[in-house]
């Protein structure tokens, strides 16, 4: 097929919706280590992970045998709202920066949630429902994650209980006011409704609050309360399988046009994005496909891959969750809080950390300022105002596509476009009134926080 | 086609979308009335209009003739990076109402700008590049337009100057941020930089501005300075030419699927997404196909077709534009600032106005607590979230299809969704807090502002 029938914006149809979640970790060799049990240090059984979790999502989360896993087709049918999400053929990106690549993105921000998140809140909620659960309960930053949940609650009439990090809940009231309209209950966290909000709050008077604490907050609330469960947006082998649609559709309607990537590219905060945007691509690879080069890029300002240490650690600042293997910076590490982005968690998810160990995925940080530089550039040019997240993905595939202009190589370079900055303006306009600055960890800041990760046998060896 | 056959959403390909824009006046029986000069009650030559217009918008703005006028492939480029817009079969939103009605929505959100003005900002921003100007200037109040037309300044290279009302300027600083990530200088309105903005300023100090003055300050800005010229973003005939896309575009969605809208609903303030929405219906009844019950929704609080009077009137408050003849409530009149949605215009495009006169559309007002209720309504059940303005549609369809439920019948009923709710979460909140309440005008404040429209032989006959 030639080059010039490749359309603008590549829609599949709705039958092309994936009917599987695409399992990656059955075909690799090295499986992401088991979560871990923070006191006795061993493997978590189900009936342990399901005082916290959906029953489903438990099988879901050790299930790392079955390629494929269906879509039941309630939540194809909600998918169908806002899938498939385009991928797009940057045309006037390629003729601005006047690359010979082909660069491609797949948009995910066409829903009101304003990203990926989405797809595997619809997912959680509806295996919550099917429970016979009355609702569910999670926390959220930058409020995202907070506003699909909202999403995917009020569209199976379940409860929603997001505890936001009180510094969001006050300075996004917007994003806060979207998850009321879907009928959420937004706390601010800490709050004085839980024995570790109080605790925290008389320990720390006027905090802003942090999202290790909200998680604490969040899964108390689920475990004392009879008929709710925690969910969890990021990180979770569970989420990185319901993210897979991302890569799926991108890997068909590539395939539909006889486009075959180099170059893969995502943003990586938690891993959930890039997760699921590689696992068809790595699955195909490691089953004698080509081979692609695949990005991972994180924020200077919290480079938990190419900074971090690969070991067992929590996955929060409370330390009531288990241990997950991971790339990680030490949970008590915290990120500039002028950090613009999200982006900003400690460790990686566990298929990432591995896939990064394992050679088989690359790593890169970027620095803020020449992300939003990036971001500015696009939205100019490609009309799409990309949030903080995404435009660390934009950044680097624009340095890419201009090391190809050098060389001269036509490569095709597709990275994801995980959402919109709707709700990022007061990062923009930080940006726009040049009073943006990087933050990058000292040696001793990271030295320090790492040091604070459990020892045991076989940890940090 | 069986029912069962038609997709969530209808996508078009690249290739329909549509290569002329559609001209209703050129089958109108009646046509729209001729802008006058307000000094000499003559109808606008050419050569007038070309000192505050791009000439080839002049001659837009006065073919009343030709029925198809061809879109410039720059334009038809542009609009590849995010039209075809969908045309969405609400499923959902039925299924919960329990109608026997089908219900479709054309959206026009899934842009940066978040409407529908975008199919006219890049219209009007390449007929200024190609007339070789430096940039053009524009009022905006919501911002939505001054956000569209940023984006179609930033694509072709234009400078573009937006004045915002002063109150807008200060409590929608997000919109604000948005238009200069986009590269436009946006100036609050009144300002110092203009001699009507400075004699408003002395005039009433500390004032908040009103649209009325923007308009004054960048038609001036425009007329004073080499290489610039104004544009506006609803009201005049060219724009609601721009805007037929969306009908057209509903009207191939339809006919793929064999489908008939026995309803269609527009929300209108100035008129632009209703026009567009309507012209290929209305020249298709016109010239002898089947009878469409069109609505136009309008707020109470700004009912210019259901309780204003059809003459010629001032389009700005500061009486430096052409007169239009329209149904007004008289250009003095200001809708309550507590109205959350936009369509807070006096008046109406002159072709609805002439369209409502003749009777082939009606109108309908509502109350702006109806309106936000069904747009949480909406919100839960379909996803998305729509725009204070966009709602007032929503309101009417919903309306429709609960009619249908007491009588039956399965009507097709087909409505504008123009924009998405992100940057109007002040509003929600208020609705949210139970803190809205409804502004309708009374009988004395409409006689008032009514009683300010010129009087010249002929007009207010």
Redesign the interface.
Known sequence: MKEQEI???I?L??NEIPKYWYNVRAVMKNKPAPLLNPGTHQPMTSDELSHVFCDELVKQELDDTDELIPIPQEIRDFY???RPSPLVRAY?LEKQLGTPAHIYYKFEG???S?SHKLNSAIAQAYYAKKQGLKGVTTETGAGQWGTALS?AC??FGLDCHVFMVKCSYEQK??RR??M????ARVTPSPSMTTNVGRKINEEFPGTNGSLGCAISEAVEEAVSHEGYRYVLGSVLSQVLLHQSVIGQETMTALDKYGVTPDIIIGCAGGGSNLGGLIAPFVGRELKGGPKYQIIAVEPASCPSMTRGVYAYDFCDTGHVCPLAKMYTLGSEFIPSPNHAGGLRYHGMASIVSQLYHDGIIEARSVEQTSVFKAA?YF???????PAPESSHAIRVAIDEALKCKETGEAKNIVFGLTG?G??D??A??Q??DGAMNDFIPTDADLEKSISQIPHFPGNLA
């Open positions: 359309p603008y914006k829609y149809s709705e169908k709202m806002y006037c066409n829903n009101t304003g999403m009020a569209y009231p917007f006011e979207v009321r309209t879907y009928g500015e939205a100019r040019v490609e009309g799409i105002l919109t709707y709700f303006m007061v923009y306009q940006f726009n």
